[in-house]
């Protein structure tokens, strides 16, 4: 069973929004953290978003005030809202979970292309 499944990706125009969403297995019960990771090609993976158990939720610089993280609890669901898109957003996008004892899971990732 895939622990973490994103869907949404795609091509779309700079400026557009599009959301992405990530569905939890029930292997990732009651995760403390949702995340959503990004990596551009030739670089490293990077925290985009996150939203603890209590509804705190932190952004990186580059996507602050244009990406929104929420969470569906009942469903299991996380979703990141992406708006005003750049070019330099194109990266495949990965959903994480951490539980409290530590264990963290994976999405295979979704990829999402800004075109100018």
């Known amino acids: 069973q895939v622990p973490l499944v994103e869907s949404g990706g795609g091509l779309v125009q700079a400026g557009r929004s599009l959301t992405l969403s990530c569905a939890a297995s029930s292997s990732v019960f009651a995760p403390i953290v949702m995340a959503w990771y990004r990596q551009a090609p030739g670089k490293q993976r990077e925290l985009v978003a996150s939203?603890?158990?209590?509804?705190?939720?932190n952004y990186s610089d580059s996507v602050k005030g244009r990406f929104t993280i929420s969470r569906d609890i009942s469903k299991n669901k996380v979703y990141l809202q992406m708006n005003s898109l750049k070019p330099e957003d194109t990266a495949v996008y990965y959903c994480?979970?951490?539980?409290?004892?530590?264990?963290?899971?994976w999405g295979q990732g979704t990829q999402v292309t800004v075109s100018s």
């Open positions: 994480n979970a951490v539980r409290i004892t530590g264990s963290t899971f």
């Open positions: 939203m603890h158990s209590g509804g705190n939720t």
